[in-house]
């Protein structure tokens, strides 16, 4: 009969997660091609930005025959056809801005984007997983993992600022890699109430966010904010919540009624999932819903992972049982390095979105929008929130206060000391 004291021989591990030991929750070598009987829509998502531009891509698409989905057997296949119908579906949707949506996506897209979409355990719309864990290549197989040597398969509107900003949040993702691999030695060491194992994971996990904080910099010297708050954003955006779609997005071929998702946005990234669930930040109900919601916008094994560390003894009491110095302070170190991601991602935030959604605002209000470049043709209805739909600084701040409430008070000295 299994019992608490029987968990140490089944150790945790990444196993069956579909997490590479070397790039985490990024996919290996993603295919750049599709078997050729889909070159049809190859021929489209490989120049979405220009069939936007010239307001074509809607009627390339509509042109398109109706394929079977039966030819993709791989994994990998499925992730570039989901990659390449989602880009296609973001473009046709937005091509003409907020104002001129559709409600129906033809069945030659929304029947094959719905079935490699079941069968893979992802929604019917450009994801994280497509759009940064699945959307790179190196251009030197055997060069570094830089800026430089990489590039995108499949992009949208808005020029090096697109390749930046999916390349720049890929190179976040690479930095949480040593975290990621701790989680299982501070989950087994809690078990096995090995407290200098549970610190000196805690420790590496702490240091790979800090790494992660300081590549999420590289965001400012590769994204231009007027591209992205004035052209980009709108094709990220979903048809939940959006004023700009009130109704949701008919399938056609799938289900008469619309149907809602939201937008792609690295909430649906698994990793501050993961490190929430093993630190124990308890969520306040709103932005918790919210956090939860998305992790059905996540590949399947790394939403179960999410789940399966979340049932885990935790490890938050096992530091305030333990009264170790060093591993209170390990712990204090992660939910701080944490906390201080956050606060950066909210600076970042106020760059990109609320400090052009202000210039917007007053632009209009002085009905100078000719004249106002890209930032006044971003669509009014995105202005207070976030892709996913939320109250974007809101929602982000009490995000970071919750995370905050996590630190336990330092008290372990004076445990030492009494004791
Ligand atoms: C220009 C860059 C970025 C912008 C403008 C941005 C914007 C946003 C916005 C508006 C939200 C609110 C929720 C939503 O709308 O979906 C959000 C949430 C979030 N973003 Fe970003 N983001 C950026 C880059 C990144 C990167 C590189 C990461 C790292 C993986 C990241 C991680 C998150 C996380 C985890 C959340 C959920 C809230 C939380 O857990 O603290 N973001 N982001």
Redesign the pocket.
Known sequence: MASANTYPRVLFSLDSYYVSEELGFVLPKPLDKLPPYYQPWMDVAMHVPELVQSQELRSHVNKMALLSTEFLQKHRELRLAHLALSMMTMGYVWQEGENNTVNTLPSSLAVPYWEVSQRLGLPPILT?ADA?LANWKKKDPNGPFTMENLDLLVSLPGGESVRG?FL??LL??LA?VPALRNIPVVINGVRCCDTEAVARGLEIISQSIQD?TD??KL?HVY?E?SV?YGIM?IYLSGWKDNPGMPNGLVYEGVQTEPMEY????????S???CF?ELLGVNHEEK?RS??TR?RNYMPPAHKKLIQDISSQPSLRSFVQQQASERLNQAFRLCVSKLLA??SY?IN??S???TVPAAQARRLREQSQSAEGGVVSRAPTALEA??????G?MT??KT??DH?KDTLLPETSKEVNHHS
């Not at 939201?262 to 990234?269: E, L």
């Not at 929130?385 to 939320?390: D, L, M, Q, R």
Request: glycine share 10%.
């Open positions: 994280h940064v900003f720049v949040t976040v993702e949480a992660m590549t999420l965001m994204v904010p992205f954003r939201s937008g792609g946005s690295a909430a649906q990234s990793l501050l999932h929430d932005s919210f956090l998305m991601l956050r991602h970042v935030v760059r990109f979105i929130t976030g892709t996913g739909g939320s974007i929602f982000l995000v970071r995370t």
